[in-house]
């Protein structure tokens, strides 16, 4: 027989869970991912976004790992020589522009409809890195024409030292971004800040390596351009680690690989804000 405690038990227990519903229907939360996989999956710190397109789509960030990985890994192998690869990765500029390029800025346009700003900026940044990459070496750009002597040779031109000195240039520019980007991941997973801080030293030793080739330094701008593709390829295998997290969970596998979860270490303003208030 129910008593009146336990009838105002159950219109407690009942508004109490329509509060609840209500309220992660109006937030964030209403994506249904806790915070640590959310950020694990779209390696982008969550933040509130008006609709559910989260739950229409399906997540983006996968197709631009894949995209660089395929791209990456062969480049990096190529500039290190093994086996024989080089020519600045000539073979690859398919791969470059619809793999690298191609399919990161695609995935870009994605995480741009869902409201992952950082994510974004990412594989904007980076897709574009690879389309430059690619298109360096065909020559109907002509990049190098303007250093040549008579002008319109372009990869005599791209063997000059002006060449050398200003594209190195590019690379330092990337790698500035680089630390920025590196600095906003702090709130994602430990092997995504790894990943992009090894991604620095490759950008520098790339820039250095142009720069010493620009003074005659072949030598040693030989030998920086194998330490960057040595750092490339170390990056690529975090990113491949990433890729199969990210495909695992998409699946729901029952194994989960560990990232290093950062997102409750490092708290970002709105909710040192929202702490600040409920202390008050």
């Not at 002597?149 to 680089?178: K, W």
Request: proline content about 5%; aromatic content about 12%.
């Amino acid at each position: 027989m129910d008593t009146p405690n336990s009838e105002n038990n159950k219109e407690l227990n009942h508004t109490s869970s329509h509060d609840d519903v209500v309220r992660r229907v109006a937030t964030a939360d209403s994506v249904w991912i806790p915070r640590d996989v959310f950020e694990k999956l779209y390696l982008n710190p969550e933040k509130p976004v008006a609709g559910d397109l989260r739950k229409k789509f399906a997540n983006p960030t996968p197709v631009a790992l894949i995209g660089f990985v395929i791209a990456a890994t062969p480049y990096s192998i190529s500039s290190m020589g093994w086996r024989g690869a080089g020519g600045l990765g000539g073979a690859l500029i398919p791969v470059m522009i619809f793999f690298g390029g191609g399919i990161q800025i695609l995935a870009a346009c994605a995480e741009w409809v869902l409201g992952n700003t950082f994510s974004m900026c990412l594989f904007f940044t980076y897709g574009t890195f690879w389309v430059v990459a690619g298109t360096q070496l065909i020559p109907w750009f002509n990049v190098g024409s303007q250093y040549s002597n008579p002008v319109g040779n372009t990869f005599q031109g791209m063997d000059e030292p002006a060449y050398f000195a200003t594209f190195g240039f590019y690379y330092m520019s990337l790698a500035v971004l680089t630390v920025i980007f590196t600095i906003c991941s702090l709130r994602t997973n430990i092997v995504f800040v790894s990943a992009l801080t090894t991604l620095i030293v490759a950008f520098c030793c790339g820039a250095g390596a142009f720069w010493n080739l620009a003074e005659g330094n072949v030598e040693i701008g030989g030998k920086l351009v194998v330490a960057s593709g040595a750092c490339t390829f170390a990056l690529t295998s975090m990113v491949w680690y990433l890729l199969a997290v990210q495909l695992l969970e998409s699946v729901d596998f029952p194994v989960t690989l560990p990232v290093g979860d950062l997102s409750k270490v490092i708290k970002g303003k709105s909710e040192r804000a929202q702490a600040k208030m409920r202390q008050e």
